[in-house]
């Protein structure tokens, strides 16, 4: 969910304006996803590069992810089934806090028993971290020949599906540590767009491009 401080600029606000409206924003294309009948949707909220930010500008996201899982009862009307991926809370490089995960934890529990769609928030992700972790977890069960099946079996949410289309606002062009092993077969939809703008219209334009 890129370009949040471009969004700002733009308009002469402080950053943490645009990460305010792109919380927003979230919760719209939520909602335009389930009517559009995804079934799988993962954002990426935060990841392991993104602590060297300014502290209160990472104060304020981390409000902001609070927020977001706190969405239950909008969630539980969708019918939308909360996840989310990053490093787990036990591992010692992991930086979520206390109060974030708890909000996370019962995110997921609240809408646990919801059937539509899937929304997975990436948080204090990184793909290159998760991949690590799934060899990790394939050499602990006593595998001496990691194999593809081990690695996606040890991926954080093992049930998440190959990804159709990745989306990168913003005009930038680059992956930035995304999903890498779940996109193997992926398409790339980019739009110019910035976060807090993306709209029905670039929501459309990146299902027609998963269905090319
Ligand atoms: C995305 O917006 C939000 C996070 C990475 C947390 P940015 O903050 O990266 O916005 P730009 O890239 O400065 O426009
Ligand atoms: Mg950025």
């Known amino acids: 969910m890129d370009g949040n401080g471009r969004w700002a600029r733009r308009r002469n606000l402080p950053r943490t304006a645009g990460h305010t409206e792109g919380e927003e924003n979230l919760a719209a294309v939520v909602r335009l996803a389930v009517k559009r009948e995804i079934g799988w949707l993962t954002v990426f909220g935060f990841s392991t590069e993104n602590w060297v930010r300014p502290r209160l500008e990472v104060r304020h996201i981390l409000g902001l992810h609070k927020k977001l899982f706190g969405r239950v009862a909008e969630l539980n009307e969708l019918n939308v089934r909360v996840q989310w991926i990053g490093r787990p809370f036990d591992s010692p490089e992991a930086r979520t806090p206390g109060y974030v995960q708890k909000a996370i934890i019962k995110a997921i529990n609240d809408t646990a028993a919801n059937t ?97």
């Open 116 to 212: 539509g769609m899937v929304l997975t928030v990436a948080f204090d992700y990184g793909s290159r971290a998760e991949i690590v972790h799934a060899a990790e977890a394939a050499v602990a069960g006593g595998c001496t020949r990691v194999t593809v099946e081990d690695l996606d079996k040890g991926m954080y949410l093992a049930e998440l599906p190959p990804v159709d289309v990745v989306v990168r606002t913003s005009g930038e062009r680059r992956i930035s540590n995304f999903l890498l092993w779940q996109s193997a077969g992926a398409r790339v939809y980019f739009t110019e767009q910035t976060w807090p703008d993306f709209g029905a219209p670039e929501l459309d334009a990146a299902i027609a491009v998963a269905r090319q």
